[in-house]
């Protein structure tokens, strides 16, 4: 089955140590995003990439880095300079023509002590 | 920049009784629209889109027309179930070149339905 794969489910780390979130895909879609989703916030753009070995900040970017090295994947590192890291990750896909809607996987709910 | 304005909830609905969520965007150009939703713990799931001014997307008893002339996309569904408690997105698409595959989040409507 073609989709978004977003592993672990649920990550726990301490304050001060870095994390990477990994996030597949095999849609063969050339643009990857990360959103961090807050209580009563919605969904947030953090990082985005549309083709292999690029990618551009999206809203909220600090303390954050991501990689492209491979069209299929798209790892999110959150830095120990994220100053509040605790939140529900969520990773999607889309194609670079209209509509542009975007696949979503299951969510890295992550959580900082 | 391009905006999403979606009504707070939570809405709460008895079983069968009838749904609209409003969402009002701002936007230049002509976006495509769509509504999203997320069920506990899960990641968001299309439930439909429209991409010109007049359109209908629909999926599942869920509807929204795309209206142009009051930058609206409500999404209504004529009798509701308990499976559709979820928290419900409307997002528009960019409208520039290079990012329109951005897409733009409203904060969420949160359904419940009870029996």
């Known amino acids: 089955d073609g989709g978004i794969t977003q592993s672990p489910k649920y990550l726990f780390r301490k304050e001060g140590q870095n994390v990477t979130l990994s996030c597949e895909q095999n849609l063969n879609h050339d643009a990857m995003y990360w959103y961090r989703q807050d209580p009563g916030q919605g969904l947030r753009l953090i990082y985005y990439?549309?083709?292999?070995?690029?990618?551009q900040k999206g809203d909220i970017a600090e303390g954050y880095s991501v990689s492209r090295e491979k069209k299929e994947s798209f790892p999110l590192t959150v830095t120990s300079a994220q100053k509040n890291p605790t939140a529900f990750y969520l990773c999607?896909?889309?194609?670079?023509?209209?509509?542009?809607?975007?696949?979503f996987g299951q969510g890295t709910r992550l959580t900082v002590v | 920049g391009n905006s999403v304005t979606q009504m707070e909830g939570p809405v709460t609905l008895s079983e069968e009784a009838f749904l609209t969520i409003n969402c009002t965007y701002t936007a230049t150009g002509y976006p495509s629209l769509f509504w999203y939703v997320q069920y506990p713990g899960e990641g968001l799931q299309l439930l439909l889109k429209a991409t010109k001014a007049d359109d209908k997307g629909s999926n599942k008893g869920f509807e929204a027309t795309y209206r142009k002339e009051t930058t609206s996309f409500h999404l209504e569904k004529g009798s509701v179930q308990v499976s559709d408690s979820a928290v419900y997105f409307c997002?528009?698409?960019?409208?520039?070149?290079?990012?329109?595959?951005?897409?733009?989040f409203g904060t969420g409507t949160r359904l419940q339905v009870t029996l």
């Open positions: 999607a896909s889309s194609i670079l023509r209209s509509p542009y809607e975007a696949f």
């Open positions: 997002a528009l698409s960019g409208t520039s070149v290079g990012t329109a595959s951005k897409l733009t």
């Open positions: 990439s549309q083709i292999v070995n690029d990618f």
